[in-house]
C-alpha cells in the first residue's frame, strides 16, 4: 500500500513539474505509444461485451487502489474494484452499441516501470438517446507495468453522467 501512495506521489510531482508553457506537437514517446495501445486494447475489451471480470484482470494490479468523487473510501484490491467494474458495464449501453474512448488530456509522466497519465473516459449509457457519449470522467491513472503488461495500480477519478 505504501508501495502505491508513493507512486501517486511520483506522479503527481511528475505531473506538476511537467505543467507550464505547451510544448509543440511532438510524435509520441514509445511510452505514450504503449499506453494509447494498452487503452485501444481496454476499448475494445469494453465494447465487446466481455464481463467485469476479464475487463479487470486486463486493466488493473492485484493491489490497485480506486477512488474518486462519490466514493467513500478507496477500494483495495483486484476483487474490490471487480464489483465496481460490473456496476460501471451494467451502466453502459448494449454490447454493440457501447463506445467508449480514453484520451490523454495533459503531460505523461513516466519513469522506470510507471506511467501517470490524465485522462478522459466518455463512454454511451444505458438509455442513451443519440450515438454521442453521455457520461464522462476525468481520471488519473497510475499504471505499473507488470509481467503482462501495463496494469492499473491506482485510479483517481471524479464526473459522471452528462444528461
Known amino acids: 500500500m505504501r508501495q502505491v501512495f508513493r507512486l501517486a506521489a511520483l506522479a503527481f510531482l511528475g505531473a506538476g513539474l511537467m505543467c507550464g508553457a ?6 509520441p514517446t514509445p511510452v505514450e505509444r504503449e499506453l494509447e495501445a ?6 475494445e475489451i469494453i465494447e465487446s461485451g466481455a464481463p467485469a471480470d476479464v475487463l479487470t484482470r486486463e486493466m488493473y494490479t492485484t493491489d490497485t487502489v480506486v477512488t474518486g468523487y462519490g466514493v ?5 484490491g483486484i476483487a474490490a474494484e471487480e464489483r465496481a467494474i460490473a456496476g460501471f458495464l451494467d451502466s453502459l449501453a448494449a ?11 495533459g ?10 497519465a490524465f485522462t478522459n473516459l ?19 491513472y497510475v499504471f505499473r507495468k507488470t509481467t503482462a503488461g ?8 471524479g464526473g459522471g453522467l452528462l444528461r
Open 95 to 105: 454490447p454493440g452499441q457501447r463506445r467508449c474512448r480514453f484520451a490523454v488530456f
Open 22 to 27: 505547451p510544448a509543440a506537437a511532438q510524435a
Open 107 to 116: 503531460p505523461v509522466s513516466a519513469s522506470e516501470g510507471v506511467i501517470a
Open 122 to 140: 466518455t463512454c454511451r449509457g444505458r438509455g442513451a438517446t443519440s450515438p454521442e457519449p453521455d457520461q464522462k470522467y476525468h481520471v488519473l
Open 72 to 76: 467513500d473510501a478507496p477500494r483495495v
Open 150 to 157: 501495463w496494469r492499473v495500480s491506482l485510479e483517481m477519478f
Open 38 to 43: 494498452t487503452f485501444r486494447r481496454l476499448e
